[in-house]
């Protein structure tokens, strides 16, 4: 059972940082894509930065360059370090386990979600 807990979300200035971390991958770490994800009321999920079992990350177009997705020297953590936050990227943030990159559909696990606001 992988039960996934994400922290750190909150409330900032646009141009400012929050760093989001997810607790609870299985210590075997590289037999998981990880990922991390947003859900916005009018657009739905869409994802934001995956690290797949061979380490391949991917980013959306959205988020590249300003967002970086990494792991815990355990791999049983994974953080996004959000620069340069714009109003756009006021979300609901889910980490996630066990699918296949950007596409949120194939994820089977899932933590609760942690709100960002990002205020102009």
């Known amino acids: 059972q992988v039960q996934l807990a994400e922290s750190g979300g909150g409330s900032v200035r646009a141009g400012g940082s929050l760093k989001l971390s997810c607790a609870g991958f299985p210590s075997t770490g590289s037999d998981y894509c990880m990922g991390w994800f947003r859900h916005i009321p009018e657009k739905g999920v869409d994802g934001v930065a995956t690290i797949d079992t061979d380490g391949t990350i991917s980013y959306s177009d959205s988020v590249k360059g300003r967002f970086t997705i990494s792991q815990g020297n355990t791999k049983t953590t994974v953080y996004l370090h959000m620069n340069s936050l714009e109003p756009e990227d006021t979300a609901v943030y889910y980490c996630?386990?066990?699918?296949?990159?950007?596409?949120?559909?194939?994820?089977?696990?899932w933590g609760q979600g942690t709100q960002v606001t990002v205020s102009s």
């Open positions: 996630a386990a066990g699918g296949l990159r950007l596409d949120p559909s194939t994820y089977y696990y």
